[in-house]
């Protein structure tokens, strides 16, 4: 099985927050997340292993993530801004040789009203 | 910090007619490169690697080779198909090893149009 995202869309208003989940690849322990927008293309936020983040992208304090012991994660946005409309990519990350490999999956669209 | 680069797009090809997307970087080190399509509606998914300089990755008639000396991974396809109208994204990542685990950093992508 692939990767898994949920929810597929949602709609929320500015100042809300919100959580987006992703279930990755069974047996991949590290798990990436991104923002898609037209303007800035895709973005780092962070990465997860056995429930770390070990890499952070520049995005502000009210993104933020974790990761359970299942290597399921989820990303949390609080206080939402109309700027935080994206698509939100979770991919799953496995070793292949010398180098890492992500998986994407299909993607939470977000709109802030 | 490291950086990918595309040509500008969009791309508008006929069918059968020579694909070749530019993609150059900048890195620390010697990362591996990817490229990514991604159809509308869907996220992204890996078309091809290459993790070390003068490979060649390959796949579904898509090809593109690591050259160091000029950072630069093309992407070619001899005979393009209507099929094939996607986004494509190149990106590099630290192979195994390195600091950025899990950060794959992109190019702005190209949109590819195909016509009969």
């Known amino acids: 099985t692939g990767v898994t995202q949920s929810p597929t869309h949602l709609i929320k208003t500015r100042g809300q927050q919100v959580t987006l989940s992703c279930s990755p690849i069974s047996g991949h322990r590290s798990v990436s997340w991104y923002q898609q927008t037209p303007g800035q293309g895709l973005q780092f936020l962070f990465e997860y292993f056995s429930e770390t983040q070990r890499n952070k992208g520049n995005f502000p304090g009210r993104f933020s993530g974790r990761q359970f012991s299942n290597s399921r994660s989820e990303m949390n946005v609080s206080t939402l801004e109309l700027g935080d409309s994206a698509l939100y990519l979770c991919?799953?990350?496995?070793?292949?040789?010398?180098?890492?490999?992500?998986?994407f999956g299909p993607g939470t669209r977000l709109t802030v009203t | 910090g490291d950086s990918v680069t595309q040509m500008e797009g969009p791309v508008t090809l006929s069918e059968e007619a020579f694909l070749t997307i530019n993609c150059t970087y900048t890195?620390?080190?010697?990362?591996?490169l990817f490229w990514y399509v991604q159809y509308p509606g869907e996220g992204l998914q890996l078309l091809l690697k290459a993790t070390k300089a003068d490979d060649k990755g390959s796949n579904k008639g898509f090809e593109a080779t690591y050259r160091k000396e000029t950072t630069s991974f093309h992407l070619e396809k001899g005979s393009v198909q209507v099929s094939d109208s996607a986004v494509y994204f190149c990106g590099s990542a630290p192979n195994a090893g390195g600091t950025s685990y899990g950060k794959l950093t992109f190019g702005q992508g190209t949109i590819l149009t195909v016509h009969p």
């Open positions: 890195a620390t080190g010697y990362p591996s």
């Open positions: 991919a799953s990350n496995g070793l292949a040789g010398a180098s890492y490999e992500q998986y």
